[in-house]
């Protein structure tokens, strides 16, 4: 039987499709406007290490500002699923098929893993030990907090509430790999699977925290996996 949200629908009259779509339009632009910061060479505190993490951490401070949105996330915040040890298997699951999948579209030996993390090849290998740290709390911390509130805690949510289960999947995981938008089929495929996966776990477990905690792990996995740092 396909699990229920029904606790979380007190507050699913406060937010309206055209705040949602609204909220995607200033999320698009503002990402455009990080894109050309970036490529200002001149504008030195937007970087590598940090540039995303700036645009992230306004956009969860907007969401937390915003009434309506605020309102409609509050229920998805549920510490309670931290104490519950099953709720674990989804984390370790997730991550572990996140493992098996990379490992099938990328062509890298399952063997090789633990090669590769320790590898010292790096995309930036004059990075400082402070730049990493940085980058690491943007991917490992920001980014997962912000991306799951918004595509799974209100797109995927609000899709259930009004589309169903399938269409929520679909449409918020379509979403979620428009926003890390690659050239790359691989990529592409790997975003668009970990974007249901997380989906799927936050449906079971009711709560935005396990999806949280795999997205940041798997997140910094990633930035050693595919030699970033």
């Given at each position: 039987?396909?699990?229920?949200?029904?606790?979380?629908?007190?507050?699913?009259?406060?937010?309206?499709?055209?705040?949602?779509?609204?909220?995607?339009?200033?999320?698009?632009?503002?990402?455009?406007?990080?894109?050309?910061?970036?490529?200002?060479?001149?504008?030195?505190?937007?970087?590598?290490?940090?540039?995303?993490?700036?645009?992230?951490?306004?956009?969860?401070?907007?969401?937390?500002?915003?009434?309506?949105?605020?309102?409609?996330?509050?229920?998805?915040?549920?510490?309670?699923?931290?104490?519950?040890w099953n709720n674990y298997a989804w984390l370790?699951?997730?991550?572990?098929?996140?493992?098996?999948l990379c490992s099938w579209l990328f062509q890298?030996?399952?063997?090789?893993?633990?090669?590769?993390?320790?590898?010292?090849?790096?995309?930036?290998?004059?990075?400082?030990?402070?730049?990493?740290?940085?980058?690491?709390?943007?991917?490992?911390?920001?980014?997962?907090?912000?991306?799951?509130?918004?595509?799974?805690?209100?797109?995927?949510?609000?899709?259930?509430?009004?589309?169903?289960?399938?269409?929520?999947?679909?449409?918020?995981?379509?979403?979620?790999?428009?926003?890390?938008?690659?050239?790359?089929?691989?990529?592409?495929?790997?975003?668009?699977?970990?974007?249901?996966?997380l989906a799927v776990i936050y449906q079971f477990?009711?709560?935005?925290?396990?999806?949280?905690?795999?997205?940041?792990?798997?997140?910094?996995?990633?930035?050693?996996?595919?030699?970033?740092?």
């Amino acid at each position: 039987m396909e699990p229920s949200l029904e606790k979380m629908q007190v507050h699913k009259q406060i937010l309206t499709w055209k705040q949602v779509v609204g909220i995607l339009f200033v999320m698009i632009g503002c990402m455009a406007l990080g894109v050309v910061l970036y490529k200002q060479s001149n504008i030195r505190f937007f970087t590598w290490y940090n540039g995303s993490a700036i645009i992230e951490l306004c956009f969860i401070i907007g969401l937390i500002t915003y009434s309506p949105t605020r309102a409609y996330l509050m229920s998805s915040w549920s510490i309670r699923a931290l104490i519950k040890w099953n709720n674990y298997a989804w984390l370790i699951g997730g991550f572990v098929l996140m493992i098996f999948l990379c490992s099938w579209l990328f062509q890298i030996p399952l063997e090789s893993t633990w090669d590769i993390l320790s590898s010292p090849i790096s995309q930036y290998p004059l990075a400082e030990k402070w730049q990493i740290v940085l980058f690491l709390l943007g991917t490992g911390v920001i980014a997962p907090v912000f991306e799951e509130a918004l595509f799974r805690g209100i797109i995927y949510r609000k899709l259930y509430e009004t589309r169903g289960m399938v269409i929520g999947l679909f449409v918020s995981s379509l979403t979620f790999t428009f926003a890390h938008l690659s050239m790359s089929l691989s990529y592409t495929i790997e975003i668009f699977v970990f974007g249901i996966l997380l989906a799927v776990i936050y449906q079971f477990t009711r709560s935005l925290s396990i999806p949280i905690l795999l997205h940041g792990a798997w997140n910094i996995f990633a930035a050693f996996y595919f030699n970033t740092l």
